[in-house]
């Protein structure tokens, strides 16, 4: 099995996975994903409690296993202030 990297934020109250919107189309999970998640350019950021499992389903499902880099603060993260996921934006 494949293994893929992928970066996890979280602050005292929640955590995210970093994906590229090029991931999520090419997995096919891009309408799965909920305006929980966040985004900024080509990235998005899945919402640990829903998104994240969508994306460790699908991935699992292609034979990539994911390996998730931590990264944590003890300051509310600026991915709050990012946009919220929507599917209309294209790959």
Same mark, same amino acid.
């Given at each position: 099995?494949?293994?893929?990297?992928?970066?996890?934020?979280? /602050?005292?109250?929640?955590?995210? !996975?970093?994906?590229?919107?090029?991931?999520?189309? /090419?997995?096919?999970?891009?309408?799965?994903?909920?305006?929980?998640?966040?985004?900024?350019? /080509?990235?998005?950021?899945?919402?640990?409690? !829903?998104?994240?499992?969508?994306?460790?389903?699908?991935?699992?499902?292609?034979?990539?296993?994911?390996?998730?880099?931590?990264?944590?603060?003890?300051?509310?993260?600026?991915?709050?202030?990012?946009?919220?996921?929507?599917?209309?934006?294209?790959?």
């Amino acid at each position: 099995m494949k293994t893929r990297n992928f970066h996890v934020y979280s /602050d005292p109250g929640h955590g995210w !996975c970093k994906a590229s919107r090029k991931t999520l189309f /090419d997995l096919g999970i891009q309408d799965k994903i909920t305006t929980y998640s966040y985004q900024r350019g /080509d990235s998005v950021y899945l919402e640990e409690d !829903c998104d994240l499992s969508t994306l460790i389903v699908a991935l699992r499902a292609k034979g990539i296993e994911p390996k998730f880099i931590e990264h944590t603060t003890n300051k509310s993260s600026k991915i709050r202030s990012y946009s919220h996921y929507h599917t209309q934006y294209s790959k």
